[in-house]
C-alpha cells in the first residue's frame, strides 16, 4: 500500500507543477521581437494599400459616372436628331400646303368682299309684286326712283329698322282717285317706315286717252334684305 500512495502522490504532484508552468506562462505579456523599422514598413504598406484600394474604387466611380454621362448624352443627341429630323419633315409638308394656304387665303378675302358688296342684296321682284297687289284697283304703278340703303350693321338689334329701301313711286290712273286709301295700303306693307303722297294729281292726255299721275314717297326698313351672302359669323353673332 505504501508504494502506491507515493505513485499518485507524485502523479498529483507533476500536475500541479504542469499547472502552475501553464499558468504563469499565460499571465506573462508577449514582446514584439520585430524591429520597429520592420514594423513601420508594415505600417506603411498596410496604408498604401488601403490608399491603393481607395484610389481604385474612386476611379471606378469616376469610370461608372463618365460611363453613364456618356450614355445620357448620347441619347440627348439621338433624340434631338430625331427631333430635328421631325422637324425638316413638318417643314417639308408645309411648304407643300403653301398653294393651299394662299387659296383658302384668296377664298376667305373673296368671301368678305361678296358679303360686303352683296350685304344689301333683296328681291326686288317679290318686292314690287308686292307694292302693286297693295294698289288700289284701276291703279297701276308706272315708275319708280328706289335706292337701297346702308349695309346692316353687324351685332346692332336696330339694325333691321334701319332704312333699306326708299325712293318715290309714280302711280297712273284713268279715272282721279282717292290717293289717301293708296297712302294707308303702302304703310301697312311690312317694313314700311314711312309713306306719302308728294304730288297728288298730274292730269296728261285728253278724252278717252286722259291719265293721271300720282307720286308718292316710301322708305321699307332693311328687313327686306335677303342676308344670302351675309358672313356666316357675323349672322350667328345677330
Known sequence: MGPRLSLRARTSRLSLTRGAATAASA?????????RAETERRERAAMIRRWGWGLVGALAAVLVLSGG???LTLAAEQRLAAAGSRT???LAQL??????????ATETELTAFRAEAMATDLRWEDMLDTLVRTLPPGVTLSGFDLAVGAAPAAGSPESASAPGLSGALTLESPTPIDIAPAVRALR?????LSADAREV???????DARTYTYQLTLVLD???????????DESAGQ
Request: charged letters at 15%; proline letters at 8%; a negative charge.
Open 222 to 232: 332693311q328687313s327686306l334684305y335677303t342676308g344670302v351672302y351675309a358672313d356666316p
Open 188 to 192: 301697312a306693307i311690312p317694313g314700311a
Open 201 to 207: 294729281m298730274a292730269e296728261t292726255g285728253e278724252g
Open 95 to 104: 411648304a407643300t400646303l403653301q398653294d393651299v394656304r394662299q387659296a383658302l
Open 27 to 35: 499571465a506573462s505579456p508577449r514582446v514584439n521581437l520585430l524591429p
Open 88 to 90: 425638316t419633315d413638318l
Open 69 to 71: 454621362s456618356y450614355a
